[in-house]
């Protein structure tokens, strides 16, 4: 699927990606509509109603990751409620093996997330994504989220990647088609970023289920 001597740098998205993504979809379709009802004194339709139209006006945004806009927004403790649920933060099973044959064939391993900087740190907190890693970015600190070509350039200026001899990998081909757009040129998507629910049908992109179908051709 890859020619890993045409690749020197790896970026890796994290939620759905590394991460198991059935954290943040518990989180966000389910606990929080709960507890937005709640503080609201709203039926659940109705907050479920109101939780839509709001994260529909800033999809694909910086807001959309930023935990300080939602706490404003919606009037919850973000950070408090997203610990309600950290048990749930977990890597993908197949993630330790493939992060450490990238070290030994020395490529040069970036992680890159729209996660908000508090969520990131809670993550790195219940998992061992940080001894894998060279470096750990979260857009947040240049101003763009992955959907933007802002981003792509800002990031490469950070890190002196070369787009050519680059590969990407996430679980949203929004965020692969802006990648791609930019200049990278391998970008492979993950099927199956939510453990608890189908496999997703990827157009566009290569795609894989399991960081296993990598590993015989990158040893």
């Known amino acids: 699927m ?21 954290f943040d979809n518990h ?8 507890r937005y009802a709640e503080r ?3 039926t659940p339709e109705v907050a479920q109603a ?45 993630v330790p093996e493939f992060l450490t044959a990238l070290r030994a064939n020395q490529k040069h391993v970036v992680l890159v997330t729209n996660a908000h900087p508090d969520s990131l740190s809670l993550k790195l907190e219940r ?10 970015v979260s857009t947040h600190q240049f101003g763009a989220s992955k959907e933007s070509l802002r ?10 990647f070369d787009p050519k001899r680059t590969l990407f990998i996430d679980d949203s081909l929004r965020i ?7 200049g990278i040129r391998q970008c492979l998507c993950v099927a199956n970023p939510d453990s608890q629910r189908p496999v997703q049908q990827v157009n566009g992109f290569p795609s894989i289920e399991h960081y296993h179908e990598l590993l015989k051709d990158l040893a």
């Open 2 to 22: 890859l020619n890993w001597s045409e690749i020197d740098t790896v970026l890796l998205d994290m939620d759905g990606t590394l991460l198991d993504l059935h």
């Open 27 to 34: 989180f966000w379709l389910e606990h929080i509509p709960k």
């Open 40 to 42: 609201h004194q709203l």
């Open 50 to 94: 109101q939780l839509t139209e709001a994260f529909a006006a800033v999809a694909g945004t910086l807001d959309w990751y930023c935990l300080d806009y939602w706490q404003r927004e919606l009037q919850l403790p973000i950070m408090t409620l997203k610990r309600e649920l950290q048990h749930l933060i977990r890597m993908r099973d197949d």
């Open 127 to 136: 998992t061992e994504l940080e001894q894998y890693c060279d470096v750990m």
């Open 151 to 160: 981003l792509w350039d800002r990031l490469q200026r950070y890190i002196g």
């Open 176 to 182: 692969l088609q802006t990648a791609q757009q930019f």
